[in-house]
């Protein structure tokens, strides 16, 4: 960074997160040295300058490479609009994010493979997210898709150019149950927003998700290779289901508007002034 823009008295970094380069060096080794790159220049820059961040996982994040002047700001979740719907029959899984090594797509559609079969219930997997041209994971994810053409209960829907907002919350809204086997998230905003439309989130610790939903659903990084026992547990009982969805909602209605601009207003005002 150019030394006029860190000597600046106003100058405030916003940060959201750096995922760790072991994920990319098999598959996306480019985006595994711009995310070295990233780390180094963190721990050049002077433990003076002042950042936001969005979750208290960034925030300590940045504080434990000696920054101190860290604010907390939120990602703004939008309000549950008129998506609401009954829950669909098959029931539907859902996941929203990039088709990437981080989030572990292929795991994730593997977990939800067991959960099917166990179950001996036919669910619908919705996936929405894309893969950038050349990246082998995403190779991998095709593949493992495929093959599951003819499966006799799991059936997977995936949307790779993404869905329309009303379409998305409209997705959320039928799902029963939102699903994310990632290993790094800095806040985790579409396990949130299939929250305020009425669909409970299941999750692999990951940084940023347990820190903004309190743990409420997380499944311990090393209980990851057996997520598909969750699943089942969560889809058997209605009332386990329920009870999940009510301690998420109540911490996830905080992040959206008006009620976020106390957040807001407490981080920015003094930048501000």
């Known amino acids: 960074l150019h030394l006029a823009v860190l000597n600046r008295k106003r100058t405030v970094f916003v940060y959201h997160n750096i995922t760790p380069a072991k994920f990319f060096w098999l598959s996306e080794p480019k985006v595994a040295l711009g995310s070295l790159a990233g780390q180094l220049q963190l721990r050049l820059l002077p433990k003076d300058v002042r950042w936001v961040t969005c979750s208290d996982f960034n925030q300590r994040q940045l504080r434990s490479l000696g920054f101190q002047n860290v604010g907390l700001c939120p990602n703004i979740i939008e309000p549950a609009g008129e998506a609401r719907t009954q829950k669909s029959a098959p029931r539907v899984l859902v996941f929203v994010g990039r088709i990437a090594p981080n989030k572990q797509c292929v795991e994730l559609v593997e977990q939800v493979q067991r959960a099917a079969e166990i179950l001996q219930e036919e669910l619908v997997l919705a996936i929405v997210g894309s893969v950038k ?66 669909t409970p989130a299941l999750y692999v610790e990951c940084g940023g998700t347990e820190s903004v939903l309190g743990g409420n659903g997380m499944v311990p990084a090393g209980g990851r290779y057996e997520f598909w026992r969750h699943i089942c547990e969560v889809l058997r009982n209605d009332a386990q289901r329920g009870a999940l969805l009510k301690a998420q909602h109540d911490l996830v209605q905080h992040y959206t508007y008006p009620r976020v601009l106390e957040h807001v207003s407490r981080t920015y005002g003094p930048l501000l002034a």
């Open 133 to 198: 041209p050349g990246c082998a994971h995403g190779a991998a994810f095709r593949d493992r898709v495929k093959s599951l053409e003819h499966h006799p209960w799991l059936r997977v829907e995936w949307f790779q150019t993404g869905l329309e907002q009303l379409e998305l919350a409209r997705l959320y809204a039928r799902a029963t149950l939102y699903v994310s086997v990632s290993r790094h998230e800095g806040f985790g905003l579409p396990a949130c927003e299939a929250v305020l439309y009425g």
